[in-house]
């Protein structure tokens, strides 16, 4: 009950949405996730109860933006910074979701929750005040890269919102990034609608620093013919949860996901997935990497629902694990509920560390043990790294993954 | 295209076990409660140290709740409906197969399962189980020049109850599940072997369980203890009669093998699985786990699930011996309204432990299969590898395959790897071998056993041939 006292305390019932309203009358029921269930089961409850110390603050504060924008054409946006864009070009068109649109798609989405399931997104609802909530529409093609970034600030608990249409035919870049704070919280919660023919490649970095907590959740719907191509990283956090719920709302078709979590010290990062095909034709291509050193340890749990309705289904999903210390654990579990019966899934998982016979090879070529292992990290990371639509020049991933600590 | 109607008409074969023998029994009354299980162990003239274990199994029980995370869908069971003994009634003693009820040798023969002497040419030695009783356990004298004891798990208690109460219970706890606390309480009888030091085991064993009567369970109890470097291969097979309620089956099974010791435990599990319309069936809920104990020990599970109404049965490997290795092989099949939620547990304990896992699930009809499974690397499994694999093939869009793979890791030098794949029948495959002149259900029986046949080759020989055209008699008339 604490955390729903703590919204309420900040404010008095006159200035919190009506949305605000609805989510935290259904977080009254269950405000704490139910630690039994499978989503939460393998979650560290004194990280959670950690996250949610905090006191809320809707305020934000300075923070630096890790790499410049080099590029003029480059649309860049921070959520919670009352930013007006209205940007209506030849080609495409950006502008922000009317109040009354944003709040009919947010109150739709709400009738669909799952008070377990949607946990995360309830709490960021209740705590989202109108000017932490971002609503875009997105229009067109030839549309330059769009960068938003989501940030915390030190000491507190932030929430931010994020809701983007993609209009029919509509192709776009689209980097998300969230940024933690020494000892901060923040929850983020994003809901896409690609409709027909829409293609998005959306790159998701969330990076930490000392003691930051996240809750990132991503809700996506499709509609047919759309490609949604998500490249996804999660590394230096305390405690960070990564919620992705896809549905292909009437198949027919594309997601590829490829999302990699990397957790040090006591870190505990955790990928959840569940992608629902409510049509024909649908296509998955999903890889998730971890990897874990020190007492870390990282989740992944992944579902692919495929009913009977979505026939000729095209899914496959892989869970690739490097463990990396003796005190370190890893728990992986993909998982496959299909009632079709003409359709082609596959899922499979490893765990393993470093191949020591490459390390082997690498070193009677005289390459050192050290830099060996670097050189193989560096492949298992390239993989994800190049599919997150952000240049090298522009942010250096791969260099702050291998050599940041 | 595959003409539907062709198929759905296609001859269906009905469940030829169904049948019920007519012979007096004995029965207690119905319900559970500390004075039943008194009374249990009273018939069984068992020692105080078993009644303890009964009771205190009895308590726990009785704190537990009905899991329901596996999903499966089934009306609530009425435990204090159900009959804890039901033997048929004999004469005093039995001391040759002469004397058993020629009723009873009867149904044995009609299943299939030869319990008189003169069938030796099929060198295995069979426990026959009807309902709560063992009635018969053949080639005795054979085994005992060779220091193997197979008997019934009651003969056991009475004879050597020094390795029941040193062993039982040690691999499944009574607090271990809901329905392993509920056997350990009830559990009426049940197969016991066990293989001294340095014997390979001169002939396969095995149990064969039948539940006759309608209104009773089975909780039988099964303890196999494989001593250094022994080895041995044990079977085990199921039928029921067919009825319109649920009959409630809860056996434990628990196999401990010492240093380089083997144990191979083989099922074909056809218990009556209900109508077409979900009516009657036996509630499989079943605990089997082995213990590699010893160095280099291995434990191997394979089983055929074709029956039940509802199968809950995780057979599993705890592997602390250094080096020890387990396996587990399963091809479970469900058609009409049958549940199937079975998998398996492998928990890596020791350094260099292996394990192996192949399922391959059927699903056609209405019906539900999933595999649920955990791959457990502990801290000290160093150099341990896991290698799972679990293909589903769905026969009509009605019916559901669903995999959950709990894979966890907390040894670096060590490696697990899972895949697992979901298909149907070809329908390119089905025209090229019609238009090789094969019959359609023979080219899709042809197809399932292609499908299986990585677990039938870990088969034994007669158990294979067996479930081979048991999976073709089950599949008739549902491939649409």
């Not at chain 1, 900040?10 to 935290?24: F, M, P």
């Not at chain 2, 499974?373 to 589903?392: E, H």
Request: hydrophobic share 35%; net charge neutral; aromatic share 8%.
């Amino acid at each position: 009950m604490e955390i729903i006292e703590k919204i309420k305390t900040n404010k008095s019932d006159d200035n919190l949405t009506e949305i605000q309203k609805i989510c935290l009358h259904k977080l009254q029921s269950s405000p704490l996730p139910n630690p039994k269930s499978e989503k939460w089961r393998l979650s560290n409850k004194s990280k959670l109860s950690n996250f949610l110390d905090y006191s809320v603050n809707e305020k934000d504060s300075k923070f630096d933006i890790p790499y410049p924008k080099n590029s003029q054409s480059t649309i860049r946006l921070i959520v919670g910074e009352n930013c007006q864009i209205k940007l209506l070009k030849k080609n495409y068109s950006i502008q922000q979701l009317s109040e009354d649109e944003l709040e009919k798609y947010i109150k739709e989405q709400i009738s669909l929750f799952k008070q377990n399931e949607n946990w995360s997104d309830l709490l960021n609802l209740s705590l989202s005040c109108k000017k932490n909530i971002l609503g875009l529409k997105i229009n067109g093609s030839k549309i330059p890269p769009i960068e938003i970034f989501s940030h915390a600030s030190s000491n507190s608990l932030n929430s931010k919102t994020l809701v983007i249409f993609l209009e029919k035919n509509c192709d776009v870049e689209l980097l998300q990034v969230n940024l933690g704070k020494e000892n901060s919280s923040l929850s983020q919660s994003t809901f896409f609608c690609l409709k027909e023919n829409s293609s998005v490649n959306h790159g998701v970095i969330s990076y930490g620093k000392n003691r930051s907590n996240l809750l990132n959740s991503l809700n996506v719907i499709q509609q047919k013919n759309s490609a949604y191509n998500l490249g996804s990283l999660h590394f230096k956090f305390n405690y960070a949860r990564f919620e992705i719920n896809i549905k292909q709302s009437t198949g027919n078709a594309k997601t590829n996901i490829k999302g990699m979590q990397i957790t040090k010290k006591d870190e505990q990062i955790s990928t959840y997935t569940k992608i629902e095909f409510n049509g024909p034709n649908g296509f998955l291509d999903q890889i998730n990497k971890s990897l874990a050193d020190d007492k870390s340890h990282a989740i992944f749990e992944g579902s692919i629902i495929v009913p009977k309705i979505a026939q000729r289904t095209d899914a496959s999903q892989l869970s690739r694990n490097l463990l990396l210390s003796n005190l370190a654990q890893i728990d992986t579990k993909p998982q496959l509920e299909i009632i079709a019966d003409d359709v082609k899934c596959k899922h499979g998982a490893t765990i393993s560390q470093l191949n020591e016979e490459e390390l082997f090879y690498m070193r009677t070529r005289g390459v050192t043990l050290a830099e060996a292992s670097k050189l193989q990290l560096s492949s298992y990371f390239q993989e994800i790294i190049s599919f997150i639509p952000i240049s090298k020049d522009k942010w250096d991933l791969l260099d702050k993954l291998l050599n940041e600590n | 295209m595959v003409n539907e109607n062709l198929v759905k008409d296609a001859v269906k074969e009905p469940y030829k076990y169904g049948f019920v023998t007519d012979i007096e029994t004995e029965k207690i009354e119905k319900g559970l409660n500390e004075d039943i299980i008194k009374l249990i162990s009273q018939k069984k003239e068992e020692p105080n140290f078993l009644l303890d274990f009964r009771l205190k199994a009895f308590k726990k029980w009785q704190k537990m709740k009905e899991p329901d995370w596996a999903s499966l869908g089934y009306k609530k069971i009425d435990y204090q409906d159900i009959i804890y003994y039901s033997a048929p009634k004999q004469k005093e003693k039995i001391s040759s197969l002469d004397e058993v009820d020629p009723k009873l040798l009867e149904t044995f023969d009609k299943l299939g399962i030869p319990l008189t002497e003169q069938k030796k040419l099929t060198n295995v030695a069979v426990d026959a189980v009807f309902d709560s009783v063992s009635i018969a356990t053949t080639f005795r004298e054979e085994l005992a020049d060779h220091g193997v004891i197979f008997c019934s798990i009651s003969e056991a208690v009475k004879n050597h109850a020094d390795l029941i109460e040193k062993y039982l219970g040690t691999v499944v706890p009574a607090s271990d599940n809901y329905f392993a606390a509920l056997n350990s309480a009830v559990f009426s009888d049940g197969s016991f072997v066990y293989i001294p030091k340095g014997v390979t085991c001169p002939m396969d064993l095995s149990s064969y369980f039948r539940i006759n009567s309608g209104d009773s369970g089975q909780f039988e109890r099964t303890l196999i203890i494989a001593e250094e470097s022994s080895s041995v291969s044990y079977l085990e097979g199921c039928t029921a009669p067919m009825f319109d309620t649920n009959t409630l089956h809860a056996a434990v099974v628990e196999l401990i093998a010492l240093d380089d010791a083997s144990i191979k435990y083989s099922t074909v599990q056809n218990w009556y699985a209900g109508d077409e319309e979900g009516i009657g069936g036996i509630f499989n809920f079943v605990t089997k786990r082995g213990k590699c104990l010893g160095k280099r020990s291995k434990i191997s599970w394979s089983q055929v699930e074709t029956g039940s109404a509802i199968t809950w049965k995780y057979p599993s490997c705890l592997l602390l011996g250094e080096e020890s290795v387990g396996e587990f092989y399963s091809v479970a099949l469900t058609n009409n309204l049958q549940q199937a939620d079975t998998g398996t547990k492998m928990i890596h304990i020791g350094p260099k432990t292996k394990s192996t896992i192949v399922s391959k699930g059927i699903s056609a009809g209405n019906s539900k299969n999933s595999y649920r499974g955990l791959v457990k690397m502990g801290t000290k499994a160093t150099g341990s590898r896991n290698y799972s694999q679990c293909d589903s093939m769905l026969i009509g869009d009605q019916a559901s395959a669903n995999t959950f793979p709990y894979i966890k890791s907390q040894q670096p030098n060590s490696e697990i790897e899972h895949e697992a794949s979901t298909c149907r029948i070809s329908e390119d495959q089905l025209f090229y071998l019609q238009s090789r002149g094969i019959e359609f259900e023979e080219a899709v029986s042809m197809m399932v056993s292609g499908f299986c046949r990585d677990v039938f080759n870990q088969l034994p020989m007669e158990f294979a041939a067996e479930a081979d055209k048991l999976l073709a008699l089950k599949l008739e008339g549902s491939v649409g």
